[in-house]
């Protein structure tokens, strides 16, 4: 997607490195707090972030958070799968926060 464009690539990962840590607290509050509609609205605005860098396992788990949420189901599965998806997220960050060096 980028096509090589150093700048883009950069803007990229610097967008999600200033947003995510910040989304994904939120939302273990909200997984925490059982807050169906909190936890949908985040779940939803991480998804796209996750995608943006080709983490498909972790688009899975936040689409299924933002659906089981936005669906009122059962907080043991949303309780089950947070923990796989804040796994991967903060994995990602500290290997860009290196890789980057931001």
Known sequence: MADGDEDFILSIVTAFLEEIPQDLADLEEAVNSRDHEKAYQLAHKIK????ILGMEQTRILAL???SLSKNQGSFEEIEAKFPALKRDVLQVIEELQSDFGI
């Open 48 to 51: 796209p972030n996750v995608d």
């Open 64 to 66: 299924d958070i933002e």
